[in-house]
């Protein structure tokens, strides 16, 4: 049964999705999804990466592969749907962005008639929820995740990875979205090698800037930590701001050296736009 919140989300996507959402994969994906064409000679502006060497040799002339691009492909979603996840001050919950974003992707990937997936904690144990094309799928989600209210989830990076990479799945788009800002590179590049990964984190704004609020406040840092900050101590606030700042920046530099694309985004964000500048660069 579909709840208020997600028939609201639905009209809103669909409102925005066609003009926001037109790329295709060759203008933001390389050399994912193609698949072997023909031959040709080689002319001096073709990548040599695809030149074949085997076919050359015996030709005594250098020659290229063609491409085709697969279009349909899967496209899988592993969600934190952990209790950090409903922290907001304003407007929204880190979840609710969340929530939008696996619908306004979603939506737009099965408008392509490619295949919809999630993994999702619940109650201590992955839930793998199988690949479909149709539309029906992407509700099917959704009342998951609309259903997993458990107050103490935790959720872990390493633990979905390696959930994932157990999988053997290859070829995949897989976006990896949560607010957590540890992770193992060992598990990382083997899953990046095998497919396409785009982390999106999702923060709450007061998170990194410590702004609209005074007083003393106690919030859980990654899920265990309790953090309580003086909000009129301004020693406390800029020790805390340097550490985030330096924590994320190295998060960041940690996956770009994997080649893994990086998204971040907060309760402020028009997603759409964040999305629309990510895949249009």
């Known amino acids: 049964m579909l709840t208020n919140k997600i028939k609201t989300l639905d009209i809103k996507v669909k409102r925005n999705i066609d003009s926001l959402f037109l790329w295709t994969y060759k203008t933001f994906f390389k050399w994912r999804w193609l698949e072997f064409s023909d031959f040709r000679e080689y002319e001096p502006w073709d990548d040599v990466k695809t030149i074949d060497w085997i ?52 939506y737009s990937r099965v408008k392509n008639w490619d295949k919809v997936w999630a993994i999702l904690k ?32 935790p959720f872990s990076i390493d633990e979905s990875i390696l959930f994932l990479n157990n999988l053997k799945i290859k070829n995949n788009l897989v976006f990896i979205v949560t607010d957590k800002l540890d992770f193992d590179e060992r598990l990382f590049k083997i899953a990046s090698l095998k497919n396409e990964i785009i982390f999106i984190h999702i923060f ?20 265990w930590k309790n953090i309580i900050i003086n909000l009129n101590d301004k020693k406390k606030i800029k020790e805390y701001l340097s550490y985030r700042f330096e924590k994320l920046e190295n998060f960041r530099k940690k996956l770009a050296k994997l080649n893994i694309k990086y998204l971040k985004i907060d309760n402020k964000t028009n997603i759409y736009k964040e999305l629309y500048k990510m895949f249009n660069k």
Not at 80 to 89: A, I, P, Q, R, V
């Open 55 to 106: 076919v050359s040799a015996r030709e005594w002339k250098t020659f290229t592969r063609l491409y085709r691009e697969e279009r349909e492909l899967s496209v899988n979603f592993l969600l934190d749907l952990s209790s950090s996840m409903k922290f907001w001050l304003w407007e929204k919950t880190k979840r609710d962005s969340l929530e939008e974003l696996f619908f306004i992707l979603s």
């Open 122 to 153: 619940d109650k201590n144990k992955f839930v793998y929820l199988n690949a479909k094309k149709w539309r029906d799928n992407i509700f099917s989600i959704a009342s998951k995740i609309e259903e997993n209210q458990e107050l103490w989830n």
């Open 204 to 223: 709450d704004d007061f998170e990194n800037t410590l702004l609209w609020l005074d007083g003393i406040i106690n919030f859980v840092w990654d899920d």
